[in-house]
């Protein structure tokens, strides 16, 4: 047999094997997947890059101000079902109950479907109303606007392949949804320089044809997804009787996902704030390009710990599903102690190369090359303290706990981030350094926060109900 190049492991090994091993084999082709995920957002900002210079900033910067608001939009929903899908099929294949995960698998495909629906729609009319109360650049809200109205028009294929993957995930494959990224960032890659510059036979588009090669690289994704799923090869399968919404099965549901749809949500929203902030600054235009393609970089330096993130949360579930809480433990130990190793190399490797990284992205720009580099001088201080903050989400994620992790998580941002943010820039007058100093030192006291939330047992408790049979049979 033709040995794979990134092997699935079963359930029995999630349930045994060596655990940094076993996590590495769940997240080795999530590395993969977040990799090329990344790589068609730089994409963007690479092509970006290369518009006339007094075009480039504006643009980087209206989709820079655009992120916050879309993923407030989508974040319930996808907070909501990436969360439910994730404990429960996890939790339900740990107890070796493969017919209650495709139920509930679903279940959560027939609610994501009305829910990104409707707030693609609330999205669309919302935002240029938002947009004027974040931003005081005419042309940088312009720019926003007009990328939006794309993206919310699109919004369901931003959610289900998001959705998709966490129910591979869940069952420890991450090779087939690395195989379908693959596809929809060769599509976006490809389309980006057409569009955005207007090369061959289109017109220069800018920010419209960022946004129109995002959505047509999502919906290829979504397309195949689908197909995989009523072909039903793995252990998930759209099953259409199982599509009919019961509410037995949304209560369950809603009280595993709802708390971080609502996290998810609130902290969004905040970072909607947040840029409500640097779009007060002096140099808001600068700051915000800057710190788009600082997000950027960091979208790659966190590639190997979100992997990690997804090894872990897979396995919680499925050991807490199995009743190995001692187990649990030992991942959650293990896990946190690889994930501080990992931010302290990737911190200090960061802080080195900041200048030219930025300069790569916006050469000759020299306003933005300084506020990306210091963003990232001073955010690099705080990563290692992430770790744990990281690990705490992803303990509680596949316990289907979310509750804690959830106000951590809000009170990162509205208690900490956000009002650091405003007292260092405007208050104590440090501008976009004050900016940056509150967000590291945000990141900084919620992970001392999150090691009391992992030193907790109420994450070791299992959120499926022992098996009903005469049930199970009526599904």
């Known amino acids: 047999m033709r040995k794979r190049i990134f092997p699935i492991p079963d359930r029995e090994e999630i349930l045994t094997g060596r655990p940094l091993r076993t996590m590495a084999k769940i997240g080795g082709p999530a590395v993969v997947s977040s990799l090329l995920f990344t790589l068609y957002n730089l994409a963007d900002a690479f092509w970006i890059g290369r518009l006339p210079t007094d075009q480039a900033g504006s643009v980087m910067a209206g989709i820079q101000i655009s992120w916050p608001f879309v993923w407030f939009i989508i974040s319930f929903v996808a907070g909501f079902g990436g969360a439910a899908v994730s404990a429960l099929v996890a939790q339900y294949i740990g107890a070796n109950r493969h017919q209650e995960a495709r139920f509930a698998f679903n279940q959560l495909i027939t609610l994501s479907a009305f829910a990104s629906v409707i707030l693609g729609v609330v999205g669309f009319f919302l935002a240029p109303v938002i947009l004027k109360l974040l931003i005081q650049e005419p042309q940088v809200a312009h720019e926003a606007s007009l990328y939006l109205s794309v993206i919310f028009l699109g919004l369901p294929t931003m959610v289900f392949p998001g959705l998709f993957y966490h129910a591979y995930s869940a069952t420890g494959d991450t090779v087939t949804p690395l195989l379908v990224n693959i596809v929809g960032v060769l599509i976006n890659v490809t389309l980006d320089p057409f569009l ?280």
């Not at 099965?249 to 609130?266: C, D, E, N, V, Y």
């Not at 997804?310 to 649990?328: H, K, S, V």
């Not at 919620?446 to 109900?465: I, T, Y």
């Open 196 to 475: 955005i510059l207007g090369w061959g036979p289109f017109p220069q588009m800018g920010i419209l044809g960022a946004a129109y090669a995002t959505v047509i690289a999502q919906s290829a994704a979504m397309i195949i997804f689908l197909l995989l799923f009523l072909k039903g090869n793995g252990l998930l399968r759209i099953d259409r009787p199982a599509l009919r919404l019961r509410w037995e099965w949304m209560t369950k549901a809603m009280k595993i996902g709802l708390p971080a749809g609502i996290g998810q949500s609130t902290v969004a929203f905040g970072f909607v704030v947040l840029m409500w902030v640097i779009g007060r600054l002096d140099n808001a235009e600068a700051a915000l390009a800057g710190y788009g393609i600082a997000d950027r970089i960091f979208g790659i330096m966190f590639i190997v710990t979100n992997s990690m993130c997804i090894g872990l949360t897979t396995m919680i579930g499925q050991a807490l599903g199995a009743g190995l809480q001692d187990r649990a433990r030992e991942l959650m130990r293990k896990g946190l102690a690889a994930m501080f190793v990992i931010l302290i190399f990737e911190a200090s490797f960061l802080w080195l190369i900041r200048v030219s990284l930025v300069s790569t992205f916006m050469p000759g720009n020299t306003a933005v090359i300084h506020a990306g580099s210091r963003f990232l001088e001073l955010f690099a201080l705080g990563m290692p303290f992430l770790g744990a903050f990281f690990i705490a989400e992803s303990v509680y994620r596949g316990s289907g706990h979310n509750v804690p992790p959830m106000i951590l998580g809000v009170a990162r941002l509205w208690l900490l981030r956000i009002p650091l943010a405003y007292v260092f820039a405007f208050i104590l007058k440090m501008g976009s350094d004050g900016v940056w100093i509150g967000m590291s030192a945000s990141n900084v006291i919620s992970g001392l926060a999150a090691f009391g939330l992992l030193s907790s047992r109420s994450w070791l408790r299992s959120v499926v109900e022992p098996e009903d049979k005469e049930a199970s049979a009526s599904w």
